[in-house]
């Protein structure tokens, strides 16, 4: 087994593998930015090394600064975490040629499963459905409507070397084809630095579920089920589940095979995940892989009772998998919501600044926390916004859930902008209680915009009476006054309001309701 490994990453994922390989007995060397100089990766590991500016071009995407770091420390592997280098091919090359061993896949399966043209290609050879379209790289416009006409509108018009719902734009007619063209191309040209494009059916409110396998090198593969990732905003995930509220046990196991012949197709080794599209009649698609460990992974931990971290670091080592296909067994539910320093009644606007109060979930034997903050870190510019990710296990959905709800509820974040209410409503309504959504949940609730539904309506209106005091206290100290017809905006709703200020008193007059409120404050 390595003796040292090296976390090219940061943040929740770097402490994740930081306590992993603390498990192991293994040295942990976490690497970081000037940014990231008090953060908790840095603090947790065993060792650290300073690789650049804060600019993650200049230190977490820095390929010749982490193989410095490695070999200063004399690390014997490299885990790449998610994100940053963890699917670049290159950094794969580089690795392996200073003489350190990457926890991951080769560099070919990266190449060819991270070119979404080239793994449609491979998976249509390996018999696994892929979604109705072009399997090819679009010429120009005309081609494109040409496609489009011929495939049948709505369609899909993709980035091939795209990833995080970027390079991805929807036509609904032929008119609409010329600027998602031009707009797909030019985000997948400043995203990726590769413009090339590809179409294919829109599938009308589907489901997203992701297929977890690994794979040794001696070409034992195995599935851990799925995760249902369904809760999406602009394609990106929010809250993802396992197992899924809409799979059943033959789907399941039709849906595993599938993912190992993939995997199998292309020589794959390590930690792997497939990506499906699954329509209402229950077909599904070949999507993505996604060559590296995923973001939401505890979900399948929970349910397996496995740690994906350490059989990705067993594999690299190049042990065998121990466990076979019926040796994989699924126990209860989970659930994981991403908190993430942004404002959701603002169109989702990244916040940062420091934490001035944080305080995880009490309910720790039932509730996971994998965070990458501590009371008093900054929340960056420079970085993805995530403070943490809270993962609940119940024996039922239903407590799962139930769960989840009292650890947002219990969860204290100050100082920045974040999305627990929001979560928190995900929580509350009907059809995602009932497991009844697709990925087009989130703009079908709020069409309008994101505003917090989670309150109590008597203490919403003391809210705005409380206000109302204020309001008059600060600007006419001892006048005596009263409003009529004011209006009071909150949560993007309008509320008329009277009100009366008198000695002390303010009188507010909503809904034909009437309250008062009296203070000795100066």
């Given at each position: 087994m390595f003796s040292k490994i090296l976390i090219a990453n940061r943040g929740e994922i770097a402490c994740r593998i930081i306590n992993t390989a603390r498990k192991m007995g293994i040295h942990a060397i976490s690497v970081f930015s000037e940014a990231d100089r008090f953060s908790k990766h840095v603090s947790l590991s065993d060792e650290s090394i300073y690789i650049g500016n804060s600019e993650s071009k200049e230190s977490y995407l820095n390929i010749d600064s982490i193989i410095k770091a490695a070999k200063m420390t004399k690390a014997e592997a490299i885990h790449p975490g998610y994100g940053f280098l963890s699917?670049?091919?290159?950094f794969v090359d580089a690795v392996n040629k200073a003489g350190i061993c990457f926890i991951g896949p080769s560099k070919e399966a990266i190449s060819i499963m991270g070119d979404k043209i080239e793994s449609k290609i491979l998976a249509d050879k390996a018999n696994v459905s892929t979604v109705p379209g072009f399997i090819g790289e679009v010429v120009d416009l005309n081609h494109a409507q040409q496609i489009a006409n011929s495939i049948g509108y709505p369609v899909m018009i993709k980035a091939s070397a795209g990833g995080g719902g970027k390079g991805m734009r929807i036509a609904k007619n032929p008119e609409e084809v010329k600027d998602s063209l031009e707009r797909a191309k030019s985000e997948a040209h400043s995203s990726f630095g590769d413009d090339r494009i590809f179409i294919e059916k829109l599938i009308q409110q589907?489901?997203?579920i992701e297929i977890q396998v690994l794979a040794d090198k001696f070409g034992n593969i195995i599935h851990l089920g799925e995760r249902e990732c369904s809760i999406q905003r602009r394609h990106q995930k929010v809250i993802e589940e396992a197992p899924s509220p809409f799979l059943d046990d033959k789907l399941r196991s039709s849906m595993g095979k599938k993912a190992?012949?993939?995997a199998r197709a292309v020589s794959y080794k390590s930690a792997g995940t497939i990506e499906f599209i699954v329509d209402k009649d229950k077909n599904f698609y070949f999507l993505?892989?996604?060559t590296r460990l995923q973001v939401e992974h505890p979900v399948t931990e929970l349910i397996t009772g496995l740690d994906i971290v350490e059989e990705m670091i067993k594999i690299a080592n190049g042990e065998k998998l121990k466990l076979k296909q019926e040796d994989v067994k699924f126990s209860g539910f989970a659930i994981e919501c991403r908190a993430y320093a942004e404002d959701p009644v603002r169109d989702f606007v990244?916040?940062?600044?420091?934490?001035?109060?944080?305080q995880e979930p009490n309910n720790k034997d039932k509730i996971r926390v994998d965070s990458g903050v501590l009371e008093g870190s900054e929340i960056s510019r420079f970085y993805d916004p995530m403070i943490a990710k809270v993962i609940s296990y119940g024996t039922s959905r239903e407590s799962a859930i139930n769960l989840m709800a009292e650890a947002l509820d219990s969860f204290v974040i100050r100082g920045?902008?974040?999305?627990?209410?929001?979560m928190r409503n995900i929580l509350s309504v009907k059809s995602f209680k009932e497991g009844n959504y697709s990925t087009d949940f989130i703009s079908k609730i709020w069409p309008k915009g994101y505003h917090n539904s989670n309150y109590d309506e008597k203490l919403f209106k003391l809210v705005i009476t409380i206000g109302a005091f204020i309001d008059c206290k600060f600007r006419y100290r001892n006048s005596?006054?009263?409003?009529?017809d004011m209006v009071c905006y909150i949560n993007q709703k309008q509320i008329k309001i009277d009100y009366r200020y008198t000695k002390d008193v303010c009188t507010v007059y909503i809904d034909n309701e009437t309250y008062e409120v009296t203070s000795k404050w100066f």
């Open positions: 699917e670049n091919p290159d589907p489901r997203h190992i012949d993939l993505e892989m996604n990244p916040s940062i600044g420091r934490l001035v109060k944080y920045i902008r974040n999305n627990i209410n929001f005596n006054r009263f409003f009529t």
